[in-house]
């Protein structure tokens, strides 16, 4: 089975700051894809980034990077310059059976932007 | 506006009342899902489809049901709830495989569902 782990229930960090979200997954497939999802208080789940894993550049959306390491399978994502609307739960999900399109996602890690 | 809507958002019931927890969206999308969101275990996957007429079951299927009879609707049916389904759900849709394209899934706004 495939499984995603997230080690940091909680983390919290000053306004303007950068924060690194650390996330592990498992699985014996070759081609997969890695998502970070953001889930604001409104409990809306909104994509961030996602990875293929056949890639070897890490994805990059403006404040958003991930440092995706394949032999550790280690997918973390690195929010700079850090604002007070990054304020949500984040987790992280791996795609590695394409034929029923199932998210398999980790327990999540509760970010507080501190003012 | 591309969205998956969800109907309703909030429901209280009690044990062994029929619901019915509605999902449209007006992407075109082939690919739909349902997951459940508990504390400490993330999402799980309830049922997908992958074309009308075409559903299986994910990770977490038991107690409930699903359609496909319409290309945009797939409400998720629980014919007999128990306060182990109290959760919070989500369907979720996309145009074509993940790996096949540039695509992922569009998520709806949630159904907080408590179940006494």
């Known amino acids: 089975a495939q499984t995603v782990t997230q080690s940091q229930p909680e983390m919290s960090v000053q306004e303007a700051e950068t924060v690194t979200l650390s996330c592990t997954y498992d699985?014996?497939?070759?081609?997969?894809?890695l998502f970070w999802y953001k889930q604001p208080p409104s409990r809306q789940m909104i994509l961030v980034i996602r990875q293929e894993a056949y890639k070897q550049q890490n994805a990059t959306e403006n404040r958003f990077s991930v440092n995706f390491q394949k032999a550790a399978k280690s997918f973390s994502l690195k929010i700079s310059d850090s604002q007070l609307g990054d304020t949500a739960m984040y987790f992280c999900a791996s795609l590695t059976n394409f034929g029923n399109e199932k998210l398999t996602f980790g327990t999540g890690t509760r970010l507080t932007i501190i003012p | 506006e591309a969205q998956v809507t969800q109907n309703p958002r909030y429901l209280i019931t009690v044990t062994g009342k029929k619901l019915t927890v509605t999902c449209s969206q007006n992407m075109n999308h082939e690919y739909m899902s349902w997951y459940r969101q508990d504390p400490g275990l993330g999402l799980r996957q309830i049922y997908y489809s992958m074309n009308v007429e075409v559903t299986d079951k994910g990770d977490v299927p038991e107690g409930y049901k699903v359609s496909r009879k319409e290309k945009r609707n797939f409400p998720l049916i629980l014919e007999s709830p128990s306060p182990n389904q109290t959760s919070l759900y989500f369907c979720?849709?996309?145009?074509?495989?993940?790996?096949?394209?540039?695509?992922?899934?569009?998520f709806g706004p949630g159904t907080r569902l408590t179940v006494l």
């Open positions: 979720a849709s996309s145009s074509t495989p993940t790996g096949l394209g540039t695509d992922t899934q569009y």
């Open positions: 699985t014996s497939e070759n081609n997969y894809y």
